[in-house]
T-cell receptor, first 114, second 113 residues
């Protein structure tokens, strides 16, 4: 089975711009979660989608949003980029949103905001 | 709310020595617990997980972890370190719902030749 794929792998944007990141989960996985990884804050949960519905959201401003499509692929969008948004954004997929299902992570998208 | 604490941001061991990475969780209900490894410029790879049942969990690459409810701990061990084990290790907890994983700050494992 192919793993979780994320595109693009690297991205450079200017402060004030917006960006869209894409994630394709493992085939058959219906839950997709997004995380932000920075040296200072570590790994932080952004949001989780299951069956095109956002089930939960972490403590991030409204500039961070996402969606999931009927084929379980997910996108996250960050509007009005700030320098502090520079991070590795990781997507993870899982069979379901309830229960002890492990999450499988993609390689991440490295976003640099200048 | 859950929290995960990893003791030691950096751990250095000699090749062939025991690896011990410490993780403590804080939760009113024992959560599901995981250990992930991250190599440079890569995503996270699951090493092992604890859900219910046997408290000693074996994972990939010779790693294992023991869930101790009385100590709220889930330490990761490997009897003999290998150079390829050098990486960042993350302990994580989940309540089993859509609350995502709560991660520790990570421990950078250094293997000395």
């Amino acid at each position: 089975k192919a793993g979780v794929t994320q595109t693009p792998r690297y991205l450079i944007k200017t402060r004030g711009q917006q960006v869209t990141l894409s994630c394709s989960p493992i085939s058959g996985h219906r839950s997709v979660s997004w995380y932000q990884q920075t040296p200072g804050q570590g790994l932080q949960f952004l949001f989780e989608y299951f069956s095109e519905t956002q089930r939960n959201k972490g403590n991030f401003p409204g500039r961070f949003s996402g969606r999931q499509f009927s084929n379980s692929r997910s996108e996250m969008n960050v509007s009005t980029l700030e320098l502090g948004d520079s991070a590795l954004y990781l997507c993870a997929s899982s069979l379901a949103w309830e229960g002890p299902y492990e999450q499988y992570f993609g390689p991440g998208t490295r976003l640099t905001v200048t | 709310a859950q929290s995960v604490t990893q003791l030691g941001s950096h751990v250095s061991v000699s090749e062939g020595a025991l690896v011990l990475l410490r993780c403590n969780y804080s939760s009113s209900v024992p959560p599901y617990l995981f250990w992930y490894v991250q190599y440079p410029n890569q995503g996270l790879q699951l090493l092992l997980k604890y859900t219910t049942g046997a408290t000693l969990v074996k994972g990939i690459n010779g790693f294992e972890a023991e869930f101790k409810k009385s100590e709220t701990s889930f330490h990761l061990t490997k009897p003999s370190a290998h150079m390829s084990d050098a990486a960042e290790y993350f302990c994580a907890a989940s309540g089993g719902g859509a609350d995502g994983l709560t991660f520790g700050k990570g421990t950078h494992l250094i293997i000395q030749p």
